[in-house]
């Protein structure tokens, strides 16, 4: 089926998957997402007098909230919760349409949680095959670019929490479509997931057995007051602690 106009599909998945759609007239909260990588890239320098962007306030938001002051570690936790948010409603959107919405025109409110964070400004259906650039290309790689300008984090953890966040969106959606007698949106994750995970730069990032996904870096959440090891993590136990500690 087609794309319509208020992505009603959606809905039957929870608020991680769902994409708030604006109505006629109606102005979105926050900015431009596309603007928010365009506003600390790569080639733009930023002084300690400048004034805290939308990214600055999510970084701080979530470390506020983890209480972790290193820039790294909020970088991290950040940029993996928005790529769980922009794979969930487009993974499920070419499973479930066949189709993807183009995600250029997504509005972001920094300050708010899911499904209220994301705004799309207009619904321009695209094939299903356009899922890796309209999330990959449009959003993770310049989001990414400027994380690393701006915290110093590596592109290899930035990629094995989209990873991560992709395979995690795949686990749930798939869990969705089996119970509610979906075999063929469960066929369709599957594919749509293998196809994203047979291409750079997901390519290489962990090791996949069906909806199991175990990563090849460390999204860094031990390093967070009381945090410890993801179940994807590379790391049997967090790095430093003793296997006494780790078992108790």
Do not use: K
């Amino acid at each position: 089926m087609a794309l319509d106009p208020d992505l009603i599909a959606l809905r039957p998945l929870g608020g991680f998957f769902a994409l708030r759609t604006v109505p006629e007239g109606a102005r979105p909260p926050g900015q431009p997402l596309t603007e928010v990588y365009g506003a600390g890239g790569p080639g733009v320098q930023r002084d300690a007098q400048d004034a805290p962007d939308a990214l600055d306030t999510r970084l701080a938001l979530v470390g506020d909230r983890l209480r972790v002051t290193e820039p790294r570690v909020r970088a991290s936790i950040a940029q993996q919760g928005l790529a769980a948010r922009l794979w969930s409603p487009a993974l499920a959107c070419a499973a479930l349409y066949g189709e993807v919405p183009d995600l250029g025109p997504l509005h972001w409110d920094a300050t708010a949680s899911a499904p209220d964070d994301l705004w799309l400004t207009a619904v321009r259906p695209l094939p299903g095959d356009a899922l890796a650039d309209t999330v990959l290309s449009t959003h993770l790689a310049p989001l990414g670019d400027t994380l690393r300008a701006r915290c110093g984090i590596a592109s290899g953890l930035l990629w094995g929490n989209a990873a991560s966040a992709l395979a995690g969106a795949a686990r749930q959606l798939d869990h969705w479509a089996r119970a509610n007698g979906r075999r063929d949106v469960a066929e369709r994750t599957a594919a749509l997931t293998d196809a994203l995970f047979a291409r750079p730069p997901l390519h290489g990032t962990g090791v996949r057995a069906g909806t199991a996904f175990r990563r090849r870096s460390c999204c860094l959440y031990y390093r967070v007051p009381g945090g410890g090891v993801c179940g994807d993590c590379c790391f049997t136990r967090a790095p430093g602690s003793s296997p006494r500690a780790a078992s108790g």
